[in-house]
């Protein structure tokens, strides 16, 4: 079955090391790939996206992500993290590209250590 | 702006009564989504509008389910009879495109007792 994958339910990192969330999907065509945070009692923010061109992509707050075809991955990272980006990260995607609704994975909730 | 606007932030009825739950978008925005998050099965998309017209509703639950969007301004999401397995947090979203950068709400939290 088509997915979206997201293997880590709750990752926990100290303040200032690097982050690795990952995301993987199973649709055939190239899709349109997205990330984003929800903080505690909040509605969800897109940190960054990915239609085509540089697999590398740069987001918002720090945020980068590598667009994989023959993994078929989109994993999130940041080199050093802050306690203030302890929240929820959903990988996304339109599994069509340009047509088609986004599907969201399940999530990996992320808390920091001091 | 002010963003995406949801009320109410928490609604707790019992099983049987009808929910309202009201969305403001982004003004501009074309598209409207609502979305349901539950622990069990993540984010889902329930229904979406483009320029007031539902798109698919191919996400809706069930019967009990209804949305409107009278104006461009304004969506409704009515559950009747309600039940506990509707407990859940609902979200709306808005966007100027079906698939790019979707502006979410703060949600709607729902029990259902």
């Known amino acids: 079955a088509q997915s979206v994958t997201q293997p880590d339910i709750h990752i926990t990192v100290s303040e200032g090391a690097s982050l690795e969330l990952r995301c993987n999907y199973s649709?055939?065509?190239?899709?349109?790939l997205f990330w984003y945070v929800q903080s505690p009692g909040q509605g969800l923010q897109l940190l960054l996206k990915y239609f085509s061109g540089d697999t590398l992509v740069q987001g918002i707050k720090g945020f980068e992500a590598e667009f994989k075809r023959s993994q078929s991955s989109f994993n999130l990272r940041k080199p050093s993290v802050h306690w203030s980006d302890a929240a929820e990260y959903f990988c996304a995607v339109v599994p069509g590209g340009s047509q088609g609704n986004l599907i969201f994975g399940k999530g990996t909730k992320l808390s920091v250590k001091p | 702006d002010a963003g995406v606007i949801q009320s109410p932030r928490h609604e707790v009825t019992e099983m049987g009564q009808e929910v309202t739950l009201r969305c403001k978008p982004i003004?501009?925005?074309?598209?409207l989504f609502w979305y349901r998050q539950t622990m069990m099965r993540g984010l889902e998309l329930l229904i979406y509008?483009?320029?007031?017209?539902?798109?698919?509703d191919s996400g809706m639950p069930e019967d009990r389910f209804s949305a409107k969007m009278p104006n461009a301004s304004f969506s409704t999401l009515k559950i009747q009879p309600s039940e506990p397995r509707d407990s859940a947090v609902y979200f709306c979203?808005?966007?100027?495109?079906?698939?790019?950068?979707?502006?979410f709400g703060s949600g709607t939290q729902l029990s259902v007792l």
């Open positions: 979203a808005s966007s100027w495109t079906a698939n790019e950068k979707l502006f």
């Open positions: 509008f483009n320029n007031n017209v539902p798109i698919d």
């Open positions: 649709y055939g065509a190239t899709p349109y």
């Open positions: 003004s501009g925005h074309d598209y």
